[in-house]
Every structure is written in C-alpha cells, then in structure tokens.
C-alpha cells in the first residue's frame, strides 16, 4: 500500500468505527467519544513535537495537561472578594519578598566572584527571604481557606470567558516547560524522563494540598461553558423549532399530548448532541490549526535541523548548531500544546479534579497514542489518538459483550462466568497491550510511520 492511501484508509476506518457506536450505542456517546479523541491528538501532537522532532523523552505530560486545567480555573472562576480581602494583601507581600529575594540572589550570583565571601552574603539573604516569606504566605493562605471552605476557601480566579483560558493554559505549561528545561534539558535521557515524572508529580501535589489556589482535593465544579447549556436549549423557541422540523416524520404519528411529550424527549435528546457538537467544532478547529502548523514546521528548514538534532546531536553540534538551546526551543513548544489540551478537558469536564489527574491516563496512554501511531509523523499521533482513546473506552463494554457470548452456554451461577464479568474492566489493559504488542511487531514504525523527507532543489 502507498503512503498517500495509508491515512486515507487508517481514518476512514476509525470514521466507520464512530458510525458503528453511534448506531448501536447511540450518537451520544460516539459524540462523547470523539471529543475526548480530539483532544487526546492535540496532547499527543504536544508529545510527538518533544520525541518525534528532537527524541526529549518527556514524562512529565501529566504536570502541563494539569497546569493546563488550574488555567481554566484561575481564568474563568469570578474572584471570592471576601478571601481577597482577608488574604490578599499579605499574599501579595508574600510575592514581593519572594522576587526581591531571587532578584538578590542572582544579582549576588552575577556580580560576585565564587568564594566563601559570596557563600556569606547569600546566606543570610536566603534565610531572611524565606521566612519572611514563609511568614507572609502562611498568614495569607490560613485566611484564605477559612473563608467559606464548604463553597469557596480559595480565590477564585478573574472572571473571563473559559475560552481565553485555552491560551492562558497553553503560556502556564510553556513558562513551566522553561523552568524545567533549563535545569533538566541537560541531563542524559533516562534521567531526563525520571526528572520530569518527578517534576509532573511535584505539581500535582501542589494543587492537591494549595487549596487556597484552587481547592484543592475539594475540587472547583461548574466552570462555565463556552457552548449553550442543555436546560437553555430545551427552553429556546428556535430550538425547538428546529427540532420539531428536523423530526416532523417521526411527530406527524402521534397526535395531542402524545405528539408533546415526544417533541420533548426528542428535544431533550437532541439538547445533549447539540452541545456535544458544538464541543467538536472548537476542539477539532483547535486541531486543525495545531495539526498545521506542526506540519508546516516540519516540512521547513528549522524542522529538518530537529530531525538532524535528533539523529546526531553530535554532528549537529559541530555545524554550529546550539543542540540545548534548540531542545529548550522544542521542549516548550510540546508542553505548550501540552497545556492548551489540559485546559481544553477541563473545560468539556466542566470542573477541576487534581486527583483525576495520575501517570496512567495522562503519560502512559499518551505516549503509546503516539508510538501506534508513528512517532514523528503528525498524521500517526492524530490517529493514533483517535484508535487507542476508541479502544480505551470500548474495551469494557466490547468485553462485556463478547464474555456474555461465548459462555452463553454456562448457566448465570457458574462460578468462571461470574469471574469472567467481573474481569472485564481489565479488558481495556489487556486489548491496550495486544495493540501496542501487534502493532510493534508488524509496523514498529507505528501505523503511521515517519516518512523520509526528500530534500527540495
């Protein structure tokens, strides 16, 4: 098969995919589903940028999809004025001492030689700004959080569309991504990958315990939306105009109060798949343009030097080619996609969980989305987003489906079928590993795989 008819048949496959769990299930759930593909291939893009263009072996994906959803709430919640007004002042002090502290420091750094007169002024200037930092920071946050801990016990956040926090998510994750950049990029790849799981786990145990920056563990629900709420859309004149229109075959059968409480049902349906393709169009014009521009910067100059970076940064660097400062480049480039995909499943989520937020879902699943899918090559971490989030939520009840089947035959009380359905949650493990395995061992390349790129003349 030619590489032109590869994608073309991969994604007409997973289009009919959709279609079977829409008539079968029901479109609700194949909208559902294709949500959170969307958005698990704008993380995954995130993870190709780091491995398929310059082999970062990042871990830490975790960390900016959560710094990514703390966005959507910091830009979206309206502020509590009660908790500013007990803590804010003091927390803005806290702040202050902390930059005057780190300006310090560095200035310290920059304009004294390395020496024992260096080691004693900093050390007095390190201890006088953390506890005065200390001081003013936990004054601060024990005043917070005694404001309303039941409702609020946190600031809240500025009270802005939940959209422009797509952007604010995206610059969270890439200020971080340069935090720890210039202090991991460094380092060899197997400690790089240890150093960012560290890092992403470090994060997630700050919004758990902080609850004065979002709850915490008590989470933050009811985020507004930037599509019509269902409950809208069933008391809107056009809508149910709309509806009545769309389904005068099926209403034209019923008469009276039964005509009615059809129209209802179907509007109550339809509220539901409105929304969830209103969700669809922003994710998946999110997609596009990420999807675009990840290509375009691929196919172009700076894309072949990451090429050439990732497969000798040796070479690369006697061309004169500044291999950390182009992975540092790289590096906050995915995280940034990272992060504006985090924000984007706490939006759909309609609420911040950081407990929700673990290695499995979040690293594992994503890196092999990209490994199925073909590492390095855009297309493959679009599709391979798409096939192992299908699979994840399908296996369960595909499972379900095929051990009710194949021990039809035993009565309901026999003890193997019994432990055969209770099992069947672990089907979406089992079916992950049989794909990753199958796929490594006919196309290790993924399905997708990276394409040579032909020099133009």
Not at 121 to 127: D, E
Not at 160 to 186: C, D, E, N, Q, T
Not at 234 to 243: M, T, V, Y
Request: glycine share 10%; proline share 4%; net charge neutral.
């Amino acid at each position: 098969m030619t590489n032109s008819l590869r994608p073309v048949l991969a994604f007409s496959i997973m289009a009919i995919l959709f279609l079977l769990v829409g008539f079968m299930q029901s479109w609700s759930v194949a909208l559902a589903i294709f949500n959170l593909c969307l958005i698990s291939s704008i993380m995954t893009l995130g993870v190709n940028i780091q491995w398929g263009y310059a082999g970062l072996f990042n871990v830490g994906t975790m960390g900016f999809a959560a710094l990514g959803g703390l966005a959507a709430v910091l830009v979206s919640k309206d502020p509590v004025p009660e908790a500013w007004s007990a803590g804010g002042l003091n927390l803005l002090f806290a702040v202050l001492v902390a930059i005057a502290a780190v300006s310090a420091i560095v200035l310290i750094f920059r304009r004294m030689s390395k020496g024992p007169g260096r080691a004693l002024v900093l050390s007095p200037v390190i201890i006088i700004g953390y506890f005065l930092f200390r001081y003013f920071f936990d004054m601060a946050t024990q005043d917070i959080e005694a404001v309303n801990p039941a409702v609020t016990g946190y600031l809240g956040g500025l009270g802005l569309p939940i959209i422009l926090s797509w952007v604010v998510g995206g610059a969270f994750a890439a200020g971080a991504a340069w935090l720890i950049g210039k202090v991991v990029l460094g380092l060899r790849s197997d400690y790089l990958a240890i150093a960012t799981l560290g890092i992403a786990e470090i994060t997630i145990a700050i919004m758990k315990n902080e609850d004065w920056l979002a709850r915490g563990v008590k989470n933050v629900a009811g985020l507004p939306r930037p599509v019509p709420y269902e409950v809208d859309l069933q008391e809107a004149d056009w809508f149910i105009s709309l509806i009545e229109t769309l389904h005068s075959g099926t209403l034209s059968a019923f008469t009276g109060d039964d005509r009615v409480a059809q129209l209802a049902t179907l509007v109550m349906q339809s509220s539901s798949i409105f929304v969830k393709l209103c969700y669809s169009g922003l994710f998946l014009a999110v997609l596009l343009i990420i999807l675009t521009m990840s290509i375009k910067a691929l196919n172009s100059p700076w894309g072949r030097m990451m090429r050439a970076i990732r497969d000798n940064e040796t070479a690369a660097s006697a061309m004169g080619k500044n291999v950390t400062k182009r992975h540092l480049q790289v590096f906050i480039i995915g995280s940034a996609v990272v992060g504006i995909a985090g924000t984007m499943l706490t939006t759909l989520d309609g609420q911040l969980t950081p407990g929700s937020y673990n290695p499995l879902r979040f690293t594992f699943l994503i890196w092999v989305m990209v490994i199925v899918g073909g590492s390095g090559n855009n297309l493959g971490s679009v599709l391979g987003g798409f096939l192992i989030w299908f699979v994840w939520i399908e296996a369960e009840p595909v499972g379900v489906w095929l051990i009710e089947v194949s021990t039809t035959w035993m009565v309901e009380s026999n003890p193997v079928r019994l432990h055969l359905m209770e099992s069947a949650q672990h089907m979406r493990l089992f079916t992950m590993g049989l794909v990753l395995l199958l796929v490594m061992r006919f196309n290790p390349g993924g399905i997708l795989p990276e394409g040579i790129q032909k020099e133009r003349r």
